[in-house]
Protein backbone atom coordinates (compact mmCIF):
# COMPACT_ATOMS: atom_id res chain seq x y z
CA UNK A 1 0.00 0.00 0.00
CA UNK A 2 1.14 3.43 -0.85
CA UNK A 3 0.88 5.41 2.43
CA UNK A 4 2.72 8.31 1.92
CA UNK A 5 2.07 12.09 0.45
CA UNK A 6 4.63 14.30 -1.38
CA UNK A 7 7.80 14.58 -2.61
CA UNK A 8 9.79 17.17 -0.22
CA UNK A 9 7.22 17.99 2.02
CA UNK A 10 6.30 14.43 3.05
CA UNK A 11 3.27 13.07 5.01
CA UNK A 12 2.64 9.31 6.00
CA UNK A 13 -0.50 8.26 7.82
CA UNK A 14 -0.44 4.91 9.83
CA UNK A 15 -3.21 2.95 11.93
CA UNK A 16 -7.07 1.09 11.59
CA UNK A 17 -10.09 2.76 12.27
CA UNK A 18 -10.53 0.08 15.22
CA UNK A 19 -7.36 -0.35 16.12
CA UNK A 20 -5.38 1.41 18.93
CA UNK A 21 -4.24 4.62 17.27
CA UNK A 22 -4.10 6.41 13.73
CA UNK A 23 -1.62 9.41 13.46
CA UNK A 24 1.47 10.14 10.97
CA UNK A 25 4.82 11.23 10.56
CA UNK A 26 5.75 14.45 8.75
CA UNK A 27 9.07 15.13 7.06
CA UNK A 28 9.84 18.81 5.69
CA UNK A 29 8.66 21.03 8.01
CA UNK A 30 11.31 24.15 8.04
CA UNK A 31 12.68 24.89 11.12
CA UNK A 32 11.38 27.48 13.08
CA UNK A 33 8.01 27.12 12.23
CA UNK A 34 5.38 28.34 14.82
CA UNK A 35 2.73 25.53 15.29
CA UNK A 36 -0.68 27.00 16.33
CA UNK A 37 -1.96 23.95 18.91
CA UNK A 38 -5.68 25.39 18.96
CA UNK A 39 -5.90 26.08 15.15
CA UNK A 40 -5.75 21.98 14.72
CA UNK A 41 -7.55 21.26 17.74
CA UNK A 42 -10.51 23.37 15.82
CA UNK A 43 -9.83 21.79 12.59
CA UNK A 44 -10.57 18.32 14.28
CA UNK A 45 -13.28 19.58 15.89
CA UNK A 46 -14.54 20.68 12.39
CA UNK A 47 -14.06 17.32 10.71
CA UNK A 48 -15.84 15.59 13.93
CA UNK A 49 -18.99 17.53 12.43
CA UNK A 50 -20.21 17.52 16.29
CA UNK A 51 -23.74 18.73 16.26
CA UNK A 52 -24.35 19.02 12.44
CA UNK A 53 -27.16 16.86 10.83
CA UNK A 54 -26.50 13.46 9.65
CA UNK A 55 -23.02 12.42 10.71
CA UNK A 56 -21.85 9.43 12.45
CA UNK A 57 -22.25 10.11 16.24
CA UNK A 58 -18.50 8.11 16.11
CA UNK A 59 -16.18 11.31 15.56
CA UNK A 60 -18.03 13.50 17.66
CA UNK A 61 -17.73 10.67 20.44
CA UNK A 62 -13.62 10.48 19.58
CA UNK A 63 -11.48 13.11 22.17
CA UNK A 64 -9.49 13.22 19.10
CA UNK A 65 -6.43 14.98 21.10
CA UNK A 66 -2.98 14.80 19.58
CA UNK A 67 0.05 13.58 21.40
CA UNK A 68 3.34 14.64 19.82
CA UNK A 69 6.04 11.94 19.67
CA UNK A 70 9.05 14.37 17.66
CA UNK A 71 10.05 16.90 16.03
CA UNK A 72 8.26 19.66 17.97
CA UNK A 73 10.06 21.87 21.09
CA UNK A 74 8.25 24.93 22.91
CA UNK A 75 5.72 25.00 20.25
CA UNK A 76 7.94 25.42 17.55
CA UNK A 77 9.14 22.93 14.51
CA UNK A 78 12.57 21.93 14.85
CA UNK A 79 13.18 21.15 11.20
CA UNK A 80 13.28 17.20 12.30
CA UNK A 81 10.44 14.46 11.17
CA UNK A 82 7.12 15.45 13.56
CA UNK A 83 5.48 11.87 14.36
CA UNK A 84 1.95 12.56 16.03
CA UNK A 85 -0.18 10.01 17.37
CA UNK A 86 -4.50 10.12 17.87
CA UNK A 87 -5.76 7.22 19.81
CA UNK A 88 -9.00 5.34 19.36
CA UNK A 89 -11.28 6.13 22.32
CA UNK A 90 -14.63 4.90 21.23
CA UNK A 91 -13.64 1.70 18.61
CA UNK A 92 -16.40 -0.34 18.75
CA UNK A 93 -14.98 -3.26 16.44
CA UNK A 94 -17.83 -5.56 17.48
CA UNK A 95 -20.13 -3.30 15.63
CA UNK A 96 -18.61 -4.82 12.17
CA UNK A 97 -18.98 -8.26 12.90
CA UNK A 98 -21.55 -8.64 10.67
CA UNK A 99 -19.21 -7.42 7.91
CA UNK A 100 -16.18 -10.18 8.71
CA UNK A 101 -17.42 -12.42 6.09
CA UNK A 102 -19.88 -9.74 4.46
CA UNK A 103 -18.80 -7.46 1.41
CA UNK A 104 -20.27 -3.86 0.94
CA UNK A 105 -20.44 -3.27 -3.07
CA UNK A 106 -18.93 0.28 -3.57
CA UNK A 107 -16.50 -0.28 -0.64
CA UNK A 108 -13.23 -1.28 -0.44
CA UNK A 109 -13.97 -4.54 1.35
CA UNK A 110 -14.09 -7.20 -1.59
CA UNK A 111 -10.73 -5.68 -3.87
CA UNK A 112 -8.79 -5.45 -0.31
CA UNK A 113 -9.78 -9.50 -0.17
CA UNK A 114 -9.03 -10.29 -3.56
CA UNK A 115 -5.73 -8.22 -3.48
CA UNK A 116 -3.67 -8.59 -0.70
CA UNK A 117 -6.09 -11.86 0.99
CA UNK A 118 -6.42 -10.41 4.11
CA UNK A 119 -8.71 -7.11 5.01
CA UNK A 120 -9.67 -4.97 8.58
CA UNK A 121 -13.62 -5.43 8.65
CA UNK A 122 -13.55 -3.52 12.01
CA UNK A 123 -14.66 -0.30 10.03
CA UNK A 124 -12.93 -1.12 6.59
CA UNK A 125 -9.56 -0.61 8.54
CA UNK A 126 -7.78 2.04 6.68
CA UNK A 127 -10.55 2.71 4.32
CA UNK A 128 -12.23 4.29 6.71
CA UNK A 129 -12.70 7.90 7.00
CA UNK A 130 -11.37 7.76 10.64
CA UNK A 131 -7.77 8.14 8.78
CA UNK A 132 -8.33 11.58 7.37
CA UNK A 133 -8.13 12.69 11.22
CA UNK A 134 -4.70 12.15 10.56
CA UNK A 135 -4.49 14.06 7.05
CA UNK A 136 -6.18 17.20 8.92
CA UNK A 137 -3.40 17.24 11.45
CA UNK A 138 -0.82 17.33 8.60
CA UNK A 139 -2.71 19.98 6.61
CA UNK A 140 -3.23 22.19 9.42
CA UNK A 141 0.24 22.81 9.57
CA UNK A 142 0.78 22.69 6.17
CA UNK A 143 -1.89 25.97 6.02
CA UNK A 144 0.48 27.50 8.77
CA UNK A 145 3.25 27.64 6.90
CA UNK A 146 0.83 28.64 3.69
CA UNK A 147 -0.58 31.62 5.41
CA UNK A 148 2.82 33.22 6.37
CA UNK A 149 3.07 33.91 3.20
CA UNK A 150 -0.29 35.06 2.34
CA UNK A 151 -1.74 32.06 0.78
CA UNK A 152 -5.22 30.64 2.05
CA UNK A 153 -7.65 27.87 1.52
CA UNK A 154 -11.62 27.70 1.90
CA UNK A 155 -13.55 24.81 1.16
CA UNK A 156 -17.62 24.58 1.92
CA UNK A 157 -20.22 22.28 0.82
CA UNK A 158 -21.87 23.43 -2.21
CA UNK A 159 -24.43 20.92 -3.04
CA UNK A 160 -25.88 18.12 -1.53
CA UNK A 161 -27.80 15.46 -3.54
CA UNK A 162 -29.58 17.69 -6.23
CA UNK A 163 -29.77 20.71 -3.78
CA UNK A 164 -27.77 23.34 -4.27
CA UNK A 165 -29.50 25.95 -2.09
CA UNK A 166 -27.52 25.76 1.66
CA UNK A 167 -30.04 26.37 4.06
CA UNK A 168 -32.16 23.38 2.97
CA UNK A 169 -29.15 20.88 3.14
CA UNK A 170 -29.78 20.02 6.50
CA UNK A 171 -33.48 18.75 6.09
CA UNK A 172 -32.22 16.72 2.68
CA UNK A 173 -29.65 15.26 4.75
CA UNK A 174 -31.77 14.29 7.45
CA UNK A 175 -34.30 13.12 5.40
CA UNK A 176 -31.59 10.34 4.22
CA UNK A 177 -31.10 9.67 7.62
CA UNK A 178 -34.13 8.92 8.75
CA UNK A 179 -34.64 6.62 5.58
CA UNK A 180 -31.18 4.64 6.72
CA UNK A 181 -29.75 5.36 3.17
CA UNK A 182 -26.96 7.89 2.16
CA UNK A 183 -26.60 10.75 -0.46
CA UNK A 184 -23.53 12.58 -2.24
CA UNK A 185 -22.77 16.04 -2.09
CA UNK A 186 -20.09 18.73 -3.86
CA UNK A 187 -17.53 20.39 -1.73
CA UNK A 188 -15.82 23.24 -3.83
CA UNK A 189 -12.35 24.62 -2.68
CA UNK A 190 -10.74 28.16 -3.55
CA UNK A 191 -7.13 29.11 -3.11
CA UNK A 192 -6.24 33.10 -2.12
CA UNK A 193 -2.67 34.55 -2.97
CA UNK A 194 -0.44 31.85 -4.95
CA UNK A 195 2.15 32.72 -6.45
CA UNK A 196 2.62 32.71 -10.36
CA UNK A 197 4.61 29.82 -11.54
CA UNK A 198 3.39 26.92 -9.17
CA UNK A 199 3.44 23.02 -11.48
CA UNK A 200 5.44 22.18 -14.02
CA UNK A 201 4.06 20.56 -17.57
CA UNK A 202 3.86 18.03 -18.78
CA UNK A 203 3.52 15.06 -16.04
CA UNK A 204 3.93 17.63 -13.12
CA UNK A 205 0.61 19.75 -13.23
CA UNK A 206 -0.58 21.35 -10.50
CA UNK A 207 -4.40 20.65 -11.40
CA UNK A 208 -3.17 16.66 -11.56
CA UNK A 209 -1.42 16.86 -8.07
CA UNK A 210 -4.50 18.46 -6.64
CA UNK A 211 -7.13 15.73 -8.44
CA UNK A 212 -4.60 13.37 -7.04
CA UNK A 213 -4.61 14.13 -3.15
CA UNK A 214 -8.34 15.13 -3.64
CA UNK A 215 -9.41 11.67 -5.42
CA UNK A 216 -7.47 9.87 -2.43
CA UNK A 217 -9.98 11.34 0.23
CA UNK A 218 -12.00 7.78 0.59
CA UNK A 219 -15.27 8.78 -1.80
CA UNK A 220 -14.65 11.12 -3.41
CA UNK A 221 -15.18 10.10 -7.38
CA UNK A 222 -14.69 13.32 -8.99
CA UNK A 223 -12.46 16.67 -9.80
CA UNK A 224 -12.73 19.78 -11.92
CA UNK A 225 -11.19 22.84 -11.86
CA UNK A 226 -12.08 26.19 -13.49
CA UNK A 227 -14.87 25.34 -15.75
CA UNK A 228 -14.87 22.19 -15.61
CA UNK A 229 -17.52 19.88 -16.37
CA UNK A 230 -19.83 22.73 -16.81
CA UNK A 231 -17.43 24.32 -19.26
CA UNK A 232 -18.75 21.31 -21.75
CA UNK A 233 -22.07 23.50 -22.58
CA UNK A 234 -20.18 26.54 -23.10
CA UNK A 235 -18.15 27.98 -26.68
CA UNK A 236 -14.89 28.95 -26.42
CA UNK A 237 -16.04 32.27 -27.08
CA UNK A 238 -18.17 32.57 -24.04
CA UNK A 239 -14.69 31.95 -22.24
CA UNK A 240 -11.92 33.08 -23.62
CA UNK A 241 -11.52 36.67 -24.65
CA UNK A 242 -8.80 38.33 -26.48
CA UNK A 243 -5.40 40.10 -24.27
CA UNK A 244 -7.81 38.77 -21.07
CA UNK A 245 -4.31 36.88 -19.47
CA UNK A 246 -4.03 35.68 -17.59
CA UNK A 247 -7.61 33.73 -18.08
CA UNK A 248 -10.09 34.22 -15.31
CA UNK A 249 -12.16 31.14 -16.47
CA UNK A 250 -8.71 29.24 -15.87
CA UNK A 251 -9.47 28.08 -12.24
CA UNK A 252 -6.27 29.81 -11.51
CA UNK A 253 -4.23 27.10 -13.80
CA UNK A 254 -2.99 27.15 -17.36
CA UNK A 255 -0.75 24.73 -19.15
CA UNK A 256 -0.52 23.09 -15.43
CA UNK A 257 1.02 26.21 -13.87
CA UNK A 258 -0.30 28.70 -11.47
CA UNK A 259 -1.43 31.98 -12.49
CA UNK A 260 -1.74 34.08 -10.01
CA UNK A 261 -5.66 34.43 -9.81
CA UNK A 262 -7.91 32.02 -7.30
CA UNK A 263 -7.55 28.56 -8.16
CA UNK A 264 -10.90 27.25 -7.82
CA UNK A 265 -11.79 23.37 -8.16
CA UNK A 266 -14.63 21.13 -7.24
CA UNK A 267 -14.90 17.57 -5.27
CA UNK A 268 -17.42 14.95 -6.05
CA UNK A 269 -18.64 12.67 -3.00
CA UNK A 270 -20.47 9.66 -3.73
CA UNK A 271 -23.25 8.10 -1.16
CA UNK A 272 -21.50 6.22 1.21
CA UNK A 273 -21.89 2.73 0.65
CA UNK A 274 -22.45 1.76 4.06
CA UNK A 275 -26.25 1.78 4.90
CA UNK A 276 -27.17 1.83 8.37
CA UNK A 277 -31.01 0.37 7.14
CA UNK A 278 -28.43 -2.74 5.81
CA UNK A 279 -26.09 -3.02 8.20
CA UNK A 280 -25.98 -0.74 11.84
CA UNK A 281 -23.00 0.53 13.55
CA UNK A 282 -22.47 4.41 13.17
CA UNK A 283 -21.89 6.14 9.94
CA UNK A 284 -22.55 9.06 7.78
CA UNK A 285 -25.54 10.07 5.80
CA UNK A 286 -23.58 12.12 3.88
CA UNK A 287 -19.93 12.09 3.65
CA UNK A 288 -19.07 15.27 1.93
CA UNK A 289 -20.17 17.32 4.98
CA UNK A 290 -17.18 15.98 7.25
CA UNK A 291 -14.77 16.42 3.63
CA UNK A 292 -14.43 20.26 3.82
CA UNK A 293 -11.74 20.24 6.03
CA UNK A 294 -10.27 17.13 4.79
CA UNK A 295 -9.80 18.94 1.32
CA UNK A 296 -8.36 21.65 2.86
CA UNK A 297 -6.20 19.94 4.66
CA UNK A 298 -5.45 17.95 1.36
CA UNK A 299 -4.97 21.08 -0.77
CA UNK A 300 -2.70 22.12 1.84
CA UNK A 301 -0.38 19.40 1.67
CA UNK A 302 -0.02 19.62 -2.00
CA UNK A 303 0.70 23.03 -2.30
CA UNK A 304 3.37 22.96 0.50
CA UNK A 305 5.14 20.48 -1.15
CA UNK A 306 4.87 22.00 -4.49
CA UNK A 307 6.47 25.41 -2.96
CA UNK A 308 8.55 23.99 -0.72
CA UNK A 309 11.79 25.10 -2.68
CA UNK A 310 10.02 28.80 -3.09
CA UNK A 311 8.25 29.93 0.57
CA UNK A 312 10.45 29.90 3.76
CA UNK A 313 8.99 29.62 7.16
Given at each position: MANTFGDKWTFTSFGESHGRAIGGVIDGVPAGLQIDFDLIRRELLRRSGKEQIGVSPRPAAENDEVEWLSGVMDGVALGTPIAFLIRNTDARPDDYEIL????????????????????????????????????????TIARQQLNNHGISIHAQLVQVGEETHPEAFDNVIRQVREAGDTIGGIVECAV????????????????????????????????????????????????????????????????????????????????AATLTRLYGGRHDACIAVRAVPVVEAMTALVLADLTSNILLP
Open positions: RHTYRPGHADWVYQRKYGIRDHRGGGRSSARETAARVVAGNGMPVGVGDPIADKLQAHLAAAMLSINGCKGFDYGTGFRGVALRGSQIYHPNEVPCPQSGGIEGGISNGLPITFRCVFKP
